[in-house]
Protein backbone atom coordinates (compact mmCIF):
# COMPACT_ATOMS: atom_id res chain seq x y z
CA UNK A 1 0.00 0.00 0.00
CA UNK A 2 1.27 2.98 -0.92
CA UNK A 3 0.97 6.43 1.14
CA UNK A 4 1.96 10.11 1.47
CA UNK A 5 4.76 11.30 2.72
CA UNK A 6 5.12 9.68 6.60
CA UNK A 7 6.94 11.22 9.32
CA UNK A 8 6.46 9.22 12.84
CA UNK A 9 7.29 10.89 16.28
CA UNK A 10 8.03 8.29 19.23
CA UNK A 11 8.08 9.10 22.36
CA UNK A 12 10.64 7.97 25.10
CA UNK A 13 10.84 10.29 27.31
CA UNK A 14 8.97 8.81 30.88
CA UNK A 15 10.80 7.77 33.65
CA UNK A 16 8.83 5.06 34.46
CA UNK A 17 8.82 5.13 37.88
CA UNK A 18 6.46 1.36 38.84
CA UNK A 19 9.67 -0.38 37.11
CA UNK A 20 11.12 0.64 40.27
CA UNK A 21 14.61 0.66 37.87
CA UNK A 22 17.31 3.05 37.39
CA UNK A 23 17.04 2.00 33.47
CA UNK A 24 14.68 4.15 31.47
CA UNK A 25 11.64 2.15 31.01
CA UNK A 26 12.30 2.20 27.24
CA UNK A 27 15.44 0.48 27.46
CA UNK A 28 14.20 -2.36 29.36
CA UNK A 29 14.30 -5.87 26.78
CA UNK A 30 11.60 -7.40 25.50
CA UNK A 31 12.10 -9.68 22.82
CA UNK A 32 16.25 -9.67 22.71
CA UNK A 33 15.90 -5.89 22.38
CA UNK A 34 15.17 -2.53 24.16
CA UNK A 35 11.13 -1.79 23.88
CA UNK A 36 11.70 1.17 22.07
CA UNK A 37 13.70 -0.77 19.43
CA UNK A 38 10.25 -2.45 18.66
CA UNK A 39 8.28 0.93 17.89
CA UNK A 40 10.92 1.84 15.36
CA UNK A 41 10.44 -1.87 13.91
CA UNK A 42 6.87 -0.82 13.63
CA UNK A 43 7.74 2.84 12.43
CA UNK A 44 9.94 1.43 9.52
CA UNK A 45 6.89 -0.34 8.56
CA UNK A 46 5.71 2.69 6.83
CA UNK A 47 9.09 3.49 4.88
CA UNK A 48 8.68 6.81 6.96
CA UNK A 49 10.88 9.71 5.69
CA UNK A 50 11.80 10.18 8.99
CA UNK A 51 11.63 8.88 12.37
CA UNK A 52 11.78 11.20 15.80
CA UNK A 53 12.42 9.82 19.43
CA UNK A 54 11.66 12.32 22.13
CA UNK A 55 13.85 11.05 24.88
CA UNK A 56 13.79 12.81 28.74
CA UNK A 57 14.80 10.34 31.44
CA UNK A 58 18.10 8.75 30.92
CA UNK A 59 17.93 10.95 27.57
CA UNK A 60 22.03 9.94 26.70
CA UNK A 61 21.48 6.18 27.46
CA UNK A 62 18.22 6.52 24.89
CA UNK A 63 20.09 8.53 22.63
CA UNK A 64 22.90 5.38 22.41
CA UNK A 65 20.29 3.00 22.37
CA UNK A 66 18.41 4.25 19.52
CA UNK A 67 21.58 5.21 17.74
CA UNK A 68 22.81 1.20 17.59
CA UNK A 69 19.01 0.55 16.56
CA UNK A 70 18.14 2.83 13.85
CA UNK A 71 21.32 5.42 13.15
CA UNK A 72 19.04 7.59 10.85
CA UNK A 73 16.43 8.01 13.73
CA UNK A 74 16.61 11.52 15.13
CA UNK A 75 16.75 12.40 19.47
CA UNK A 76 14.90 15.34 20.50
CA UNK A 77 15.29 16.54 24.51
CA UNK A 78 11.84 16.66 26.57
CA UNK A 79 13.50 18.31 29.49
CA UNK A 80 10.66 18.57 31.63
CA UNK A 81 8.06 15.92 31.33
CA UNK A 82 4.71 18.39 30.92
CA UNK A 83 2.64 15.28 28.90
CA UNK A 84 2.44 13.82 25.49
CA UNK A 85 1.47 17.62 23.65
CA UNK A 86 4.81 19.42 25.59
CA UNK A 87 6.80 15.74 24.12
CA UNK A 88 5.34 16.06 20.04
CA UNK A 89 5.86 19.59 20.36
CA UNK A 90 9.98 19.45 20.72
CA UNK A 91 9.91 17.38 17.92
CA UNK A 92 8.28 20.66 15.66
CA UNK A 93 11.41 22.06 14.34
CA UNK A 94 12.30 18.02 13.24
CA UNK A 95 9.21 18.78 11.32
CA UNK A 96 9.73 22.41 9.59
CA UNK A 97 9.27 21.80 6.03
CA UNK A 98 7.88 18.31 6.74
CA UNK A 99 4.36 18.20 4.60
CA UNK A 100 2.56 14.64 5.07
CA UNK A 101 1.05 12.65 7.96
CA UNK A 102 2.65 12.70 11.07
CA UNK A 103 2.04 9.56 13.32
CA UNK A 104 3.23 9.61 16.95
CA UNK A 105 3.98 6.04 18.84
CA UNK A 106 4.89 5.44 22.27
CA UNK A 107 8.30 3.82 23.30
CA UNK A 108 6.72 1.27 25.42
CA UNK A 109 4.17 0.05 23.44
CA UNK A 110 5.31 -3.06 21.47
CA UNK A 111 2.42 -4.59 19.86
CA UNK A 112 1.27 -2.18 17.07
CA UNK A 113 0.74 -4.32 14.07
CA UNK A 114 1.80 -3.44 10.67
CA UNK A 115 -1.89 -3.58 9.28
CA UNK A 116 -2.99 -1.45 11.98
CA UNK A 117 -0.94 1.26 11.04
CA UNK A 118 -1.38 0.99 7.57
CA UNK A 119 -5.00 1.99 8.47
CA UNK A 120 -3.73 5.15 10.52
CA UNK A 121 -1.86 6.30 7.50
CA UNK A 122 -3.88 4.94 4.68
CA UNK A 123 -7.00 7.29 6.40
CA UNK A 124 -8.43 10.09 4.98
CA UNK A 125 -9.52 12.03 8.18
CA UNK A 126 -7.63 15.01 9.23
CA UNK A 127 -7.25 13.41 12.54
CA UNK A 128 -7.11 9.69 13.13
CA UNK A 129 -6.61 8.02 16.68
CA UNK A 130 -6.34 4.70 17.28
CA UNK A 131 -8.79 3.34 19.87
CA UNK A 132 -10.09 -0.42 20.75
CA UNK A 133 -12.81 -1.71 23.08
CA UNK A 134 -11.40 -2.59 26.56
CA UNK A 135 -12.43 -5.78 28.71
CA UNK A 136 -12.16 -3.43 31.58
CA UNK A 137 -11.88 0.41 30.31
CA UNK A 138 -10.73 1.71 33.59
CA UNK A 139 -8.80 5.22 33.55
CA UNK A 140 -8.39 5.10 30.12
CA UNK A 141 -9.29 8.08 28.30
CA UNK A 142 -13.09 7.82 26.39
CA UNK A 143 -13.56 8.44 22.81
CA UNK A 144 -17.13 9.82 22.55
CA UNK A 145 -18.25 9.32 18.86
CA UNK A 146 -20.84 10.37 16.53
CA UNK A 147 -22.31 10.29 13.32
CA UNK A 148 -19.40 13.14 12.33
CA UNK A 149 -16.64 10.94 13.69
CA UNK A 150 -14.69 11.44 16.84
CA UNK A 151 -16.20 14.40 18.53
CA UNK A 152 -13.80 14.37 21.72
CA UNK A 153 -11.35 12.37 23.74
CA UNK A 154 -12.07 13.00 27.52
CA UNK A 155 -9.76 11.95 30.24
CA UNK A 156 -10.44 9.85 32.82
CA UNK A 157 -9.36 12.19 35.33
CA UNK A 158 -12.30 14.93 33.70
CA UNK A 159 -15.19 12.57 32.61
CA UNK A 160 -18.10 12.67 34.03
CA UNK A 161 -19.90 8.95 34.56
CA UNK A 162 -21.65 8.77 32.03
CA UNK A 163 -18.39 9.48 30.20
CA UNK A 164 -16.85 6.97 32.24
CA UNK A 165 -19.53 4.01 30.53
CA UNK A 166 -17.75 4.17 27.01
CA UNK A 167 -16.10 1.21 26.31
CA UNK A 168 -14.44 2.64 23.26
CA UNK A 169 -10.94 3.31 24.87
CA UNK A 170 -7.91 5.84 23.51
CA UNK A 171 -4.58 3.82 23.09
CA UNK A 172 -2.63 6.84 22.84
CA UNK A 173 -1.22 6.41 19.24
CA UNK A 174 -2.20 9.15 16.56
CA UNK A 175 -2.02 10.42 13.15
CA UNK A 176 -2.59 13.67 11.67
CA UNK A 177 -1.36 16.29 9.02
CA UNK A 178 1.83 17.83 9.75
CA UNK A 179 0.51 21.33 8.96
CA UNK A 180 -2.41 20.67 11.14
CA UNK A 181 -0.03 19.52 14.18
CA UNK A 182 2.37 22.97 13.90
CA UNK A 183 -1.08 24.83 13.39
CA UNK A 184 -2.60 23.27 16.80
CA UNK A 185 0.01 22.16 19.10
CA UNK A 186 1.12 25.83 20.59
CA UNK A 187 -2.52 26.59 21.34
CA UNK A 188 -2.84 23.61 23.65
CA UNK A 189 -3.32 24.31 26.89
CA UNK A 190 -2.61 22.61 30.48
CA UNK A 191 -5.81 23.92 32.79
CA UNK A 192 -7.05 20.54 33.64
CA UNK A 193 -6.74 17.64 36.42
CA UNK A 194 -3.05 17.14 35.66
CA UNK A 195 -1.93 20.50 34.74
CA UNK A 196 -0.30 18.90 31.85
CA UNK A 197 -0.63 18.91 27.69
CA UNK A 198 -2.66 16.18 26.62
CA UNK A 199 -1.75 15.59 22.88
CA UNK A 200 -5.62 14.25 23.22
CA UNK A 201 -6.86 17.84 22.94
CA UNK A 202 -5.78 18.39 19.42
CA UNK A 203 -9.29 16.50 18.33
CA UNK A 204 -11.14 19.21 19.86
CA UNK A 205 -9.62 21.69 18.62
CA UNK A 206 -8.94 20.53 15.08
CA UNK A 207 -12.96 19.66 15.13
CA UNK A 208 -13.72 23.37 16.55
CA UNK A 209 -11.88 24.60 13.66
CA UNK A 210 -13.67 22.52 11.08
CA UNK A 211 -11.62 19.31 10.39
CA UNK A 212 -12.80 15.90 10.67
CA UNK A 213 -11.70 13.47 13.23
CA UNK A 214 -12.06 9.67 13.16
CA UNK A 215 -10.88 6.32 14.49
CA UNK A 216 -9.13 3.60 14.14
CA UNK A 217 -9.93 0.43 15.96
CA UNK A 218 -7.35 -2.50 16.38
CA UNK A 219 -7.84 -5.56 18.97
CA UNK A 220 -6.79 -4.90 22.80
CA UNK A 221 -3.69 -7.03 22.60
CA UNK A 222 -1.94 -4.41 20.30
CA UNK A 223 -2.61 -1.53 22.68
CA UNK A 224 -0.70 -3.38 25.42
CA UNK A 225 1.94 -0.94 27.47
CA UNK A 226 4.51 -1.68 29.67
CA UNK A 227 4.73 -0.23 33.23
CA UNK A 228 5.57 -2.27 35.74
CA UNK A 229 8.12 -5.34 35.67
CA UNK A 230 5.11 -7.82 35.91
CA UNK A 231 4.00 -6.26 32.53
CA UNK A 232 7.25 -6.64 31.03
CA UNK A 233 7.16 -10.49 31.79
CA UNK A 234 3.59 -10.76 30.58
CA UNK A 235 4.49 -9.02 27.30
CA UNK A 236 7.54 -11.25 27.01
CA UNK A 237 5.44 -14.09 27.39
CA UNK A 238 2.92 -12.74 24.61
CA UNK A 239 5.97 -12.32 22.33
CA UNK A 240 7.11 -15.41 22.70
CA UNK A 241 3.95 -16.91 21.68
CA UNK A 242 3.40 -15.09 18.60
CA UNK A 243 6.74 -15.32 17.38
CA UNK A 244 6.88 -19.47 18.11
CA UNK A 245 3.52 -19.64 16.33
CA UNK A 246 4.72 -17.65 13.55
CA UNK A 247 7.92 -20.07 13.07
CA UNK A 248 5.46 -22.97 13.03
CA UNK A 249 3.11 -21.48 10.79
CA UNK A 250 6.23 -20.44 8.13
CA UNK A 251 7.78 -24.34 7.99
CA UNK A 252 10.29 -24.57 11.36
CA UNK A 253 9.94 -27.57 13.05
CA UNK A 254 10.27 -26.58 17.00
CA UNK A 255 10.48 -29.93 19.10
CA UNK A 256 9.28 -28.13 22.47
CA UNK A 257 7.76 -24.95 21.24
CA UNK A 258 7.94 -23.70 24.70
CA UNK A 259 11.12 -23.55 25.41
CA UNK A 260 12.55 -21.79 22.55
CA UNK A 261 13.39 -18.36 22.62
CA UNK A 262 13.38 -15.79 20.25
CA UNK A 263 14.16 -12.50 19.84
CA UNK A 264 12.69 -9.81 17.64
CA UNK A 265 14.83 -9.76 14.60
CA UNK A 266 15.11 -13.89 14.49
CA UNK A 267 15.10 -15.09 11.02
CA UNK A 268 15.07 -19.23 10.23
CA UNK A 269 13.95 -20.61 7.07
CA UNK A 270 11.33 -23.50 6.47
CA UNK A 271 12.61 -27.09 7.07
CA UNK A 272 14.75 -26.02 9.76
CA UNK A 273 14.68 -28.18 12.60
CA UNK A 274 15.21 -26.24 16.34
CA UNK A 275 15.19 -28.37 19.55
CA UNK A 276 14.13 -27.80 23.36
CA UNK A 277 15.73 -25.08 25.05
CA UNK A 278 17.43 -22.96 22.39
CA UNK A 279 17.28 -19.18 22.78
CA UNK A 280 18.09 -16.37 19.69
CA UNK A 281 19.54 -13.97 20.98
CA UNK A 282 19.34 -10.46 18.63
CA UNK A 283 20.66 -10.83 14.96
CA UNK A 284 20.35 -14.69 13.77
CA UNK A 285 19.41 -16.13 10.77
CA UNK A 286 18.99 -19.86 10.00
CA UNK A 287 18.59 -20.99 6.69
CA UNK A 288 16.31 -23.53 5.33
CA UNK A 289 17.30 -27.23 6.07
CA UNK A 290 19.58 -26.23 9.09
CA UNK A 291 19.40 -27.92 12.46
CA UNK A 292 19.84 -26.59 16.23
CA UNK A 293 19.90 -29.35 18.33
CA UNK A 294 19.63 -28.19 22.19
CA UNK A 295 20.30 -26.27 24.79
CA UNK A 296 22.25 -23.86 22.57
CA UNK A 297 22.53 -20.04 22.54
CA UNK A 298 22.79 -17.78 19.29
CA UNK A 299 23.59 -14.40 19.10
CA UNK A 300 24.58 -12.02 15.72
CA UNK A 301 25.43 -15.06 13.34
CA UNK A 302 24.58 -16.82 10.21
CA UNK A 303 23.39 -20.65 10.09
CA UNK A 304 23.58 -21.92 6.21
CA UNK A 305 21.56 -24.61 5.10
CA UNK A 306 22.19 -28.01 6.05
CA UNK A 307 24.55 -27.01 8.85
CA UNK A 308 24.12 -29.05 12.30
CA UNK A 309 24.70 -27.00 15.77
CA UNK A 310 24.91 -27.97 19.00
CA UNK A 311 23.84 -29.98 21.67
CA UNK A 312 25.51 -26.87 24.18
CA UNK A 313 27.07 -24.78 21.26
CA UNK A 314 27.36 -21.00 21.66
CA UNK A 315 27.46 -19.00 18.28
CA UNK A 316 28.23 -15.40 19.36
CA UNK A 317 28.28 -12.63 17.13
CA UNK A 318 30.40 -12.58 14.21
CA UNK A 319 29.87 -16.06 13.68
CA UNK A 320 29.15 -17.07 9.69
CA UNK A 321 28.87 -21.17 9.26
CA UNK A 322 28.68 -22.31 5.65
CA UNK A 323 26.63 -24.94 4.59
CA UNK A 324 27.01 -28.41 5.76
CA UNK A 325 29.06 -27.08 8.66
CA UNK A 326 29.22 -28.89 12.14
CA UNK A 327 29.77 -27.99 15.65
CA UNK A 328 29.29 -29.77 17.91
CA UNK A 329 28.49 -29.70 21.60
CA UNK A 330 30.51 -27.30 24.13
CA UNK A 331 32.04 -25.32 21.08
CA UNK A 332 31.99 -21.71 21.19
CA UNK A 333 33.02 -19.56 18.16
CA UNK A 334 33.23 -16.13 17.95
CA UNK A 335 33.40 -13.40 15.22
CA UNK A 336 34.49 -16.19 12.43
CA UNK A 337 34.15 -17.67 9.05
CA UNK A 338 33.53 -21.44 8.69
CA UNK A 339 33.59 -22.88 5.33
CA UNK A 340 31.70 -25.59 3.60
CA UNK A 341 31.85 -28.90 4.99
CA UNK A 342 34.35 -27.52 8.43
CA UNK A 343 33.65 -30.24 11.25
CA UNK A 344 34.06 -29.16 14.46
CA UNK A 345 33.20 -31.46 17.23
CA UNK A 346 33.56 -30.59 20.84
CA UNK A 347 35.23 -28.90 24.05
CA UNK A 348 36.49 -26.01 21.42
CA UNK A 349 36.97 -22.28 21.63
CA UNK A 350 37.41 -20.33 18.19
CA UNK A 351 37.43 -16.55 17.99
CA UNK A 352 38.84 -13.94 14.91
CA UNK A 353 39.62 -16.96 12.75
CA UNK A 354 38.63 -18.11 9.07
CA UNK A 355 37.96 -21.97 8.79
CA UNK A 356 38.66 -23.36 5.40
CA UNK A 357 35.84 -25.86 3.94
CA UNK A 358 36.16 -29.40 5.12
CA UNK A 359 38.68 -28.78 7.55
CA UNK A 360 38.34 -30.55 10.51
CA UNK A 361 38.65 -29.46 14.38
CA UNK A 362 39.81 -31.78 17.01
CA UNK A 363 38.76 -31.24 20.33
CA UNK A 364 39.80 -28.96 22.99
CA UNK A 365 41.20 -26.74 20.08
CA UNK A 366 41.59 -23.10 21.09
CA UNK A 367 42.81 -19.90 18.65
CA UNK A 368 44.41 -17.93 21.61
CA UNK A 369 43.51 -14.52 19.31
CA UNK A 370 43.58 -12.21 22.47
CA UNK A 371 47.31 -10.57 23.98
CA UNK A 372 45.14 -9.09 26.76
CA UNK A 373 45.37 -5.62 24.49
CA UNK A 374 44.62 -6.64 21.22
CA UNK A 375 42.87 -9.05 18.69
CA UNK A 376 44.54 -11.28 16.58
CA UNK A 377 43.11 -13.69 13.57
CA UNK A 378 44.36 -17.32 13.08
CA UNK A 379 43.92 -18.49 9.48
CA UNK A 380 43.52 -21.83 8.46
CA UNK A 381 42.93 -23.25 5.12
CA UNK A 382 41.08 -26.26 3.56
CA UNK A 383 41.13 -29.74 4.31
CA UNK A 384 43.51 -29.55 7.14
CA UNK A 385 43.41 -31.45 10.13
CA UNK A 386 43.72 -30.08 13.54
CA UNK A 387 44.76 -32.15 16.63
CA UNK A 388 42.78 -32.67 19.70
CA UNK A 389 43.88 -29.90 22.04
CA UNK A 390 46.00 -27.96 19.85
CA UNK A 391 46.71 -24.41 20.77
CA UNK A 392 46.73 -21.64 17.96
CA UNK A 393 48.58 -18.25 19.17
CA UNK A 394 47.33 -15.86 17.17
CA UNK A 395 48.51 -14.42 14.67
CA UNK A 396 49.31 -17.58 12.78
CA UNK A 397 47.98 -19.54 9.57
CA UNK A 398 48.08 -23.02 9.06
CA UNK A 399 47.92 -24.08 5.22
CA UNK A 400 45.41 -26.02 2.89
CA UNK A 401 45.71 -29.87 3.83
CA UNK A 402 47.98 -29.29 6.63
CA UNK A 403 48.41 -31.61 10.26
CA UNK A 404 49.22 -30.32 13.32
CA UNK A 405 50.02 -32.92 16.28
CA UNK A 406 47.70 -33.33 19.45
CA UNK A 407 48.67 -31.54 22.27
CA UNK A 408 50.49 -28.76 19.99
CA UNK A 409 51.27 -24.96 21.00
CA UNK A 410 51.29 -23.29 17.51
CA UNK A 411 53.35 -20.07 17.34
CA UNK A 412 54.47 -19.90 13.71
CA UNK A 413 52.70 -20.34 10.42
CA UNK A 414 52.30 -24.17 8.59
CA UNK A 415 52.94 -24.20 5.35
CA UNK A 416 50.26 -26.67 2.93
CA UNK A 417 50.45 -29.91 3.14
CA UNK A 418 52.75 -29.87 6.27
CA UNK A 419 52.77 -31.40 9.86
CA UNK A 420 53.51 -29.01 12.80
CA UNK A 421 54.44 -31.02 16.65
CA UNK A 422 55.16 -28.41 18.88
CA UNK A 423 55.16 -30.28 22.56
CA UNK A 424 58.12 -31.07 24.34
CA UNK A 425 59.25 -34.68 24.39
CA UNK A 426 57.65 -37.22 26.55
CA UNK A 427 59.81 -38.68 29.41
CA UNK A 428 59.20 -42.20 31.48
CA UNK A 429 60.52 -43.07 34.70
CA UNK A 430 59.57 -47.39 35.11
CA UNK A 431 58.34 -47.11 38.67
CA UNK A 432 58.25 -44.09 39.65
CA UNK A 433 54.45 -43.57 39.64
CA UNK A 434 53.32 -46.14 42.24
CA UNK A 435 56.31 -44.80 44.24
CA UNK A 436 55.16 -41.40 44.02
CA UNK A 437 51.66 -42.38 44.80
CA UNK A 438 52.93 -44.64 47.82
CA UNK A 439 54.72 -41.41 49.64
CA UNK A 440 51.75 -39.16 49.18
CA UNK A 441 49.66 -41.69 50.68
CA UNK A 442 51.91 -42.86 53.73
CA UNK A 443 52.45 -38.49 53.95
CA UNK A 444 48.37 -38.02 54.19
CA UNK A 445 47.96 -40.80 56.69
CA UNK A 446 50.41 -38.97 59.06
CA UNK A 447 49.03 -36.03 58.88
CA UNK A 448 45.82 -37.60 59.96
Not at 22 to 36: I, T
Not at 409 to 432: F, N, S, W
Request: proline letters at 4%; charged letters at 20%; aromatic letters at 4%.
Amino acid sequence: MSYKSIAVVILAAGQGSRMQSDLPKVLHRLGGVPLVGHALNAAHSLEPEQIIVVAGHGAEAVTKAVGKLDPDARIVLQSEQLGTGHAVRQALPELEGFEGKVIVLYGDTPFIGEDTLAALASHHADVVVLGFEANDPGRYGRLVVTERGLEKIVEYKDADEATRQIALVNSGVMALEAGLLRQLLPRLSNSNASGEYYLTDLVALARAEGHRADVVTCDEDETLGINTRAELAAAEAAFQTRARHAALENGVSLSDPATVWFSLDTAIGRDAVIGQNVVFGPGVTVESGAEILPFCHLEGCHVSAGATVGPFARLRPGAELGGDVHVGNFVEIKNSVLDEGVKVGHLTYLGDAHIGEATNIGAGTITCNYDGVSKHKTEIGPRAFIGSDTMLVAPVRVGADAVTGSGSVITEDIPDGGLAIARTRQVTKPGLGIRLMQALRMKKTEKR
